[in-house]
Nanobody, 124 residues
């Protein structure tokens, strides 16, 4: 059974940093693109970063460019999201997701495999 588990969320002050992890089981992660999605309070879930399987190219939403870094360690079946210079607008539940042939740029409804999410709260 394929499973994704996020970890690393928490409460952080504006300007702070957090490192999220997404660990997969039941799948060979190296063959899948992995995306990080964020759902802020009262907002729709959106793709904020993604890393491809074929060449490990990365994608970032404009709102996080220059502040977030996505990386993967296939040996550990884990994708990381390093977040810095956090603002209250980064508050939300962060999910990792994947699907067959997913290589970034899809809407949440197009992906079938999701983690349960980890809460990130940026507040003074």
């Amino acid at each position: 059974q394929v499973e994704l588990v996020e970890s690393g969320g928490g409460l952080v002050q504006p300007g702070g940093s957090l490192n999220l992890s997404c660990t997969a089981s039941g799948m060979s992660m190296e063959y899948f693109g992995i995306g990080w999605f964020r759902q802020g309070p009262g907002k729709e879930r959106e793709e904020i970063s993604c890393i491809r399987s074929t060449d490990s190219r990365t994608y970032y939403h404009d709102s996080v460019k220059g502040r977030f870094t996505i990386s993967r360690d296939n040996a550990k079946s884990t994708v990381y999201l390093q977040m810095s210079s956090l603002t209250p607008e980064d508050t939300g539940v962060y999910y990792c997701a994947t699907d067959v042939l997913y290589e970034c740029g899809k809407t949440p409804g197009e992906l079938e495999v999701w983690g349960r999410g980890t809460q990130v709260t940026v507040s003074a």
